[in-house]
């Protein structure tokens, strides 16, 4: 089993940046990939970015290629995520996630841990 708790959240201005963050406990002894996703109010859960155990292979939705970098430090079992030019669309719940059967993963199903998530909101 593996725990994820997801922190950074909070309120933040359109154009501004934030760094989330996501430790993982427990059996973090396995390789695991893990993924940001997002839900906003009334949406469905969408995928934004994944990242490899070895962190060399990363994937991100469109919608935030280029603004949003994922990464991890294997050493302290934190995944993190890079948002800058922030807008108002960005509103959501993060959640991230982990997985030890793909080397990255697009799809929700496939993960088999998530964290309880935290509030992003973008507003002026």
């Known amino acids: 089993q593996v725990q994820l708790v997801e922190s950074g959240g909070r309120l933040v201005q359109p154009g501004g940046s934030l760094t989330l963050s996501c430790a993982a406990s427990g059996r973090t002894s396995s390789s695991y990939a893990m993924g940001w996703f997002r839900q906003a109010p009334g949406k469905e859960r969408e995928f934004v970015a994944t990242?490899?155990?070895?962190?060399?292979?990363?994937h991100y939705a469109d919608s935030v290629k280029g603004r949003f970098t994922i990464s991890r430090d294997n050493a302290k079992n934190t995944v993190y995520l890079q948002m800058n030019s922030l807008k108002p669309e960005d509103t959501a719940v993060y959640y991230c996630?982990?997985?030890?059967?793909?080397?990255?993963?697009?799809?929700?199903?496939?993960?088999?841990?998530w964290g309880q998530g935290t509030q992003v909101t973008v507003s002026s």
């Open positions: 996630a982990a997985t030890e059967d793909w080397v990255i993963a697009v799809a929700a199903k496939l993960y088999d841990y």
């Open positions: 990242i490899s155990w070895s962190g060399g292979n990363t």
